[in-house]
């Protein structure tokens, strides 16, 4: 029988940006957020990397991402401390990264791409907001990181030691109370924290498991890449209503493949 995780160190709660935000270099128009950001320079260690997460977040916002929770969380959370340090200064290129172990750090336009979606809820209600999120395939913890910001509770696991043991060194400095860090198979999601408010995979199976579809509560909302015959995957989004799951297919997507056990 499964006991409800607790993080490694029980820490202080993190605080978080208040809402609306708009990062600093970024202006209010009549019509919305503009960029006023000059361009980004290399990330050299021990910087001040501040302007260039913040030339990221204009692209973002470029790109069509408007949720200020997530443009907040992005500007706030360096992702160079979440890669290796010979990579740094390719940290806040819109670019996947390796992490070791044949897994990847996804791109910036992606992560928030998906946080967007998950905030999103069929219904309105912004149950992520405060309610749990279970994150399958945790990698070096970056967006674990994210998630803390936008949810009351974050529940992530990860199949690999080697990336689980990554992420809990990556995380702790941060003294995330709200993140509860699981090694375990994925595929099986985590029924003890259930039922969820959103769940969110950083890996691609031919078709979405249907224990995560089962630990999804009612008006909560699943983002997770999907496979097709031919191994070309695709973004799609499930949402639980009272009569039942809805699901749409969306852009394009490369993630590594989902796989069960652990290792």
Not at 42 to 54: F, L
Not at 78 to 104: C, K, M, W
Not at 223 to 248: M, N
Request: aromatic letters at 4%; hydrophobic letters at 40%; a positive charge.
């Amino acid at each position: 029988m499964q006991k409800r995780p607790s993080f490694p160190a029980r820490l202080q709660q993190a605080e978080k940006t208040p809402l609306p935000y708009v990062p600093s270099g970024i202006r209010r128009s009549g019509t919305g957020v503009t960029a006023g950001i000059s361009a980004t320079a290399s990330v050299a260690s021990g910087s001040d990397t501040r302007s260039v997460r913040e030339h990221m977040v204009q692209r973002l916002i470029r790109a069509g991402i408007r949720a200020p929770e997530v443009l907040a969380a992005m500007s706030a959370v360096e992702r160079h401390q979440f890669v290796d340090s010979a990579l740094a200064n390719r940290a806040y290129e819109d670019t996947s990264l390796p992490i070791g172990l044949a897994q990847t750090i996804s791109k910036p336009s992606i992560v928030a791409r998906m946080l967007e979606l998950l905030l999103a809820s069929a219904n309105g209600s912004g149950g992520v907001r405060s309610g749990r999120v279970l994150e399958v395939g945790t990698g070096c913890g970056y967006q674990t990181a994210l998630l803390a910001r936008l949810a009351g509770e974050v529940y992530s696991i990860e199949r690999l030691r080697g990336l689980h043991e990554r992420a809990r060194g990556n995380l702790r400095p941060l003294r995330l109370a709200n993140v509860h860090l699981l090694f375990g198979d994925g595929m099986l999601g985590f029924p003890s924290g259930a039922p969820y408010a959103g769940i969110l995979a950083a890996a691609g199976g031919s078709s979405v498991p249907a224990a995560w579809c089962d630990q999804l509560g009612v008006g909560g909302r699943l983002v997770a890449p999907v496979a097709d015959s031919a191994g070309a995957q695709s973004l799609v989004v499930v949402d639980r209503t009272a009569q039942g799951w809805k699901e749409v297919t969306l852009e394009a997507v490369h993630f590594v493949p989902l796989k069960s056990g652990t290792s």
